[in-house]
């Protein structure tokens, strides 16, 4: 917090001028009517030093609720000023500083009012959001004495930031699912929602299952089958060996992994799946492209160029989330702050953001080994990647050939700005059509300048077709 007295309005300084001119003529001239006319603007100087600045003591807060939000939504901020002093303050003023990028829709950042000690003044507005984290700004107070000629001018530091995002409802999973109950639906029949197929009667049918239509219709009895929703095992692989960017204030390949996967992973949790994260690190066999679009000179190319960095092994549950989180700020440098918060030293308590485990060796054969050992036959793998290089395309092809179901979410950072950047989004383009066409690969093509659930849904629709 930082404090500066405010200049002086002036508007006393023609009193002030008056009477020493009185003073003066009045002594010249020996003329007592001048002098006593002197008096008047004694009497301003007077109350303008009464008036002068107090030294205010004053408690500030600010609320933002919601804090997170998804396009078009409100946020109401709460801004309260209190006295906490012994002084009675003739005149305080507030302004609170909302972020640029949004407008107030409802309310006013500005407030006036004289407080006695412990009484309060609140700013309260409306905000309409929009994609993206957005960071307010200081709140500032200015305090005018009685005179209202001169105030105190205060600076609130006031860290806060409201996020939005647009819904992502889930990723729609294949039918590889484990015995619980969940919100995957596959194609057994059973007990269920959905309408699956008829039977033949058992004796152990309960008679809610019964076909009575079709019983009553033939004389034959039937039982009704539905469509059984299980939950899933899945292990979240996020490729966080690439640093670049489609442009210096874009986020890096490595972010856009990190904030896919915790929305992913949040999505699926949320329906009751248990979700586990990889972080893999190493050299990329993608040529390092700078802030400007150019390219520098490629990394090496080999199997031995990816490792595992950290491994949190599957869960369920809001804890698990923050596990994730906490996994990806630890080893991959990516502070993912949205919906439902960041991580901080406050989730400590939540547990380690890895588990020990014995690193495996290192490229894709040897990490794929790794996790197998790790895994159930029946979990499924979401692979967070920019698809920059063959080790992604040989990270699918291996996991799918030992009979586990991969969804590929990428995001796009490649561009056609350069006439170097433009070959790499070509390349890119070919590793999506080859997975998807060849491969038959689940794959949400994400571009960051579209909403991840948007992306998302316009894939689920693919698949379905």
């Given amino acids: 917090m930082t404090e500066t007295a405010t200049d002086s309005r002036g508007r006393w300084q023609a009193g002030v001028a008056l009477a020493l001119g009185a003073v003066v003529a009045g002594v010249a001239f020996a003329s007592t009517a001048l002098f006593f006319s002197a008096l008047v603007g004694l009497v301003y100087s007077g109350y303008t030093l009464l008036g002068s600045p107090p030294d205010p003591r004053l408690h500030v807060t600010r609320a933002v609720e919601p804090r997170a939000t998804t396009p078009g939504e409100r946020t109401t901020v709460t801004t309260t000023v209190e006295s906490v002093g012994d002084e009675v303050l003739a005149d305080v003023r507030v302004h609170d500083q909302p972020p640029a990028e949004l407008q107030v829709v409802s309310g006013a950042t500005r407030a006036a009012a004289s407080l006695a000690p412990g009484e309060t003044l609140t700013v309260e507005y409306e905000l309409e959001t929009r994609r ?20 105190r001018r205060t600076v609130h530091e006031q860290a806060a930031s409201v996020s939005c995002f647009a819904p992502f409802d889930a990723l729609k999973l294949a039918p590889q699912t484990g015995p619980g109950t969940g919100q995957v639906e596959t194609d057994t029949g059973g007990i269920g929602l959905e309408f699956f197929a008829t039977r033949e009667y058992r004796s152990s049918d309960p008679s809610s299952r019964i076909d009575w239509n079709r019983y009553a219709a033939t004389g034959e009895l039937s039982t009704v089958t539905y469509r059984e929703s299980h939950a899933a095992t899945v292990v979240l692989l996020v490729d966080g060996r690439h640093r670049v960017r489609r442009a210096g204030d874009e986020p890096t390949a490595a972010a856009l992994c990190g904030y896919a996967a915790v929305r992913a992973g949040e999505a699926l949790l949320d329906d009751h799946n248990s979700v586990g994260a990889v972080a893999l690190g190493g050299e990329s066999d993608h040529p390092a492209v700078e802030v400007d679009g150019s390219i520098s000179s490629p990394s090496r190319d080999g199997d031995d160029a990816v490792t595992v960095l950290g491994y949190c092994r599957p869960d369920r549950g809001r804890e698990q989330s ?79 050939s030992v009979g586990h179901t991969v969804t590929v979410v990428s995001p796009q950072v490649t561009t056609t700005a350069r006439p170097g950047t433009t070959v790499s989004h070509l390349r890119r383009a070919l590793r999506v059509r080859s997975l998807r066409r060849d491969q038959q690969v689940r794959l949400v093509d994400w571009s960051p300048d579209d909403p991840l659930g948007t992306a998302a849904r316009r894939a689920h629709a693919g698949w379905e077709q």
Avoid at 134 to 148: A, I, M, N, Q, R
């Fill in 132 to 151: 993206g984290t957005h960071e307010f700004g200081d709140v500032t107070t200015v305090v005018y004495g009685l005179s209202g000629d001169a105030g």
């Fill in 322 to 400: 923050l596990r994730i989180r906490s996994l990806l700020a630890a080893e991959l440098d990516v502070e993912v702050s949205d919906v439902g918060g960041g991580v901080s030293g406050s989730d400590a308590a939540v547990g380690s953001s890895t588990d020990s485990y014995v690193e495996p060796t290192p490229g894709t054969s040897g990490v794929v080994d790794w996790l197998r050992e790790r895994l159930d036959d029946h979990a499924q793998v979401v692979f967070v990647s920019p698809l920059l290089d063959r080790e992604a395309v040989r990270f699918v092809t291996r996991l799918e």
